[in-house]
């Protein structure tokens, strides 16, 4: 492999944003849509599925226990393994493998006739979404300009709730028995979720693959044809001139793939505490929404006395505050800052759910007030969850970030599936008032601790190029030191 000198990552920083950028949003975000949707879908269709006369022989734990647990074990073990293929073979081929695998996944969940067929395929939708998560989150950021990558990374993201949002309606009208039969209602809830992938699939072919990908991988011919090609478009887009980068220029020695030994020593020795960071950001956002969703349709039933039927509206509220938040915020990651946002969204948010816990435990909320401080916990909450993936995109180096991206989502996944309902299943099985606002103080204090921790480890981000925040390890004469052992000299 040659040492070349490109000047891409100026020119695609430079960029004005334009409907070209508009493009890449919606053909590479609709994917965290996808996500909140099939899970709200099967919370929703849970009971149904257990019914006589539902066309599967399953209950209610099996669909909210092993299935989900599946679904979670996927999601994890997908994002770890096509994580490293995205770093590896590109960004392009995995979005578009990931999204097929969804696609075919989720018609077959539809297609159902047994236990064992379900959660197979509930296994496999988490493991097309999960390598979803890597695949899309590095080419949004390497494609973005970097003035606005902090705001439109934090709203795609919070885009899950948007999802979320649909599945929760979805389920009230695809589950009325008036409208649809018993053993048909829940499947075309899959079945549209199968139908909204193909459309995304559609409008991904035309995603390029990522430049900065391509320089450091030996094509960088083709980069530089992409970024002539987005060059005119975005000048036929905005009419704008475009500034002369062309002194910008990092010196590049290609390679074709990065070892996992070079992987754990960026991240384990070089980048030890932006490594803190992610798995304290990852961690605690898990924690707490776990403290917050887990059960909560059983905490409306039991502790208010909410119908089955109606606690779909009450959730569709809530994550529709989750959306608000990197809607109405999103823009002051740029602004203000990283640090100060994403350290006032974690610890704000344990404020707040700290108030929860103490009105709920002396019994001063009902239904419609707990949903409001709910919602309230979730609007800022949800602005620091978004934030650590974009945290975590942007402070590793080009040829880790995927596998960066996927290592502390698998981390924080585990946590929020596996440990999170271990630790708060007990708390809120009898809806006792005491029990279920601990439930709640422990997932605050999960996120106060990674807001302290963002204090201190913090990296500011805005407004500065990937390749400035985190050199790549194939730069010259960086890659020299990091061979040597030496620490890369950004921290």
């Given amino acids: 492999m040659r040492t070349i000198s490109t000047d891409i990552p100026a020119r695609l920083d430079r960029l004005p944003w334009s409907r070209w950028h508009w493009m890449i949003v919606i053909g590479l975000g609709s994917v965290w849509i996808l996500d909140g949707l099939?899970?709200?879908?099967?919370?929703?269709?849970?009971?149904?599925?257990?019914?006589?006369?539902?066309?599967l022989t399953i209950t209610a734990a099996q669909v909210s226990g092993v299935a989900a647990a599946m679904y979670v074990a996927g999601a994890?073990?997908?994002?770890?393994?096509?994580?490293?293929?995205t770093d590896r073979f590109g960004r392009k081929k995995l979005f578009l493998i990931t999204l097929a695998i969804y696609l075919f996944a989720t018609a077959m969940t539809a297609l159902s006739f047994s236990m064992w067929w379900f959660v197979l395929f509930r296994f496999l939708t988490g493991f097309g979404i999960g390598g979803e998560y890597a695949a899309i989150n590095s080419a949004i950021d390497e494609l973005i300009p970097k003035q606005y990558r902090g705001r439109i990374d934090i709203v795609i993201n919070g885009t899950y709730w948007l999802g979320a949002v649909g599945g929760a309606l979805l389920s009230i009208v695809a589950l009325n028995t008036n409208l649809f039969p018993p053993n048909v209602g829940w499947r075309l809830t899959f079945a549209l979720g199968a139908v909204f992938g193909l459309i995304i699939l559609l409008v991904r072919r035309h995603v390029p693959?990522?430049?900065r990908w391509q320089f450091i991988h030996g094509h960088e011919d083709d980069a530089e044809r992409s970024v002539t090609a987005i060059e005119a478009r975005v000048r036929d887009d905005t009419g704008a001139s475009l500034a002369d980068v062309s002194d910008h220029r990092i010196r590049i020695r290609q390679r074709r793939s990065i070892s996992f030994r070079e992987i754990a020593a960026v991240m384990v020795r070089h980048y030890p505490r932006r490594s803190v960071l992610g798995l304290s950001l990852f961690i605690g956002q898990a924690f707490l929404y776990n403290a917050v969703t887990f059960n909560y349709a059983l905490i409306l039933s039991r502790s208010f006395g909410i119908p089955d039927d109606r606690v779909g509206y009450y959730f569709a509220v809530l994550c529709f505050g989750n959306f608000l938040g990197p809607l109405l915020l999103g823009k002051f990651f740029d602004t203000i800052g990283r640090k100060p946002m994403i350290a006032g969204s974690y610890l704000g948010s344990a404020v707040l759910l700290l108030g929860?816990?103490?009105?709920f435990a002396a019994g001063h909320l009902n239904a419609t007030t707990l949903t409001a401080c709910w919602t309230a916990v979730l609007f800022v909450a949800s602005c620091g969850a978004s934030a650590a993936y974009l945290t975590v995109s942007e402070i590793f180096p080009m040829e880790t970030r995927a596998m960066a991206i996927a290592f502390f989502y698998a981390i924080g996944t585990v946590a929020g599936g596996v440990a999170g309902p271990?630790?708060?299943?007990?708390?809120?099985?009898?809806?006792?008032?005491g029990k279920t606002a601990l439930a709640f103080t422990i997932g605050a204090l999960a996120m106060f601790a990674a807001g302290l921790v963002e204090l201190a480890y913090g990296v500011r981000?805005?407004?500065r190029s990937l390749e400035d925040l985190a050199e790549p390890l194939s730069a010259t004469p960086e890659r020299a030191r990091v061979e040597a052992g030496q620490p890369p000299p950004s921290g």
């Fill in 356 to 359: 929860t816990a103490w009105l």
């Fill in 209 to 211: 693959e990522s430049p």
């Fill in 38 to 55: 099939e899970v709200t879908v099967v919370g929703s269709v849970a009971a149904r599925l257990s019914e006589p006369g539902s066309g």
């Fill in 76 to 85: 994890g073990s997908g994002a770890l393994f096509f994580g490293w293929l």
């Fill in 422 to 433: 271990l630790v708060f299943a007990g708390l809120t099985a009898n809806g006792e008032p």
């Fill in 461 to 463: 981000a805005e407004g």
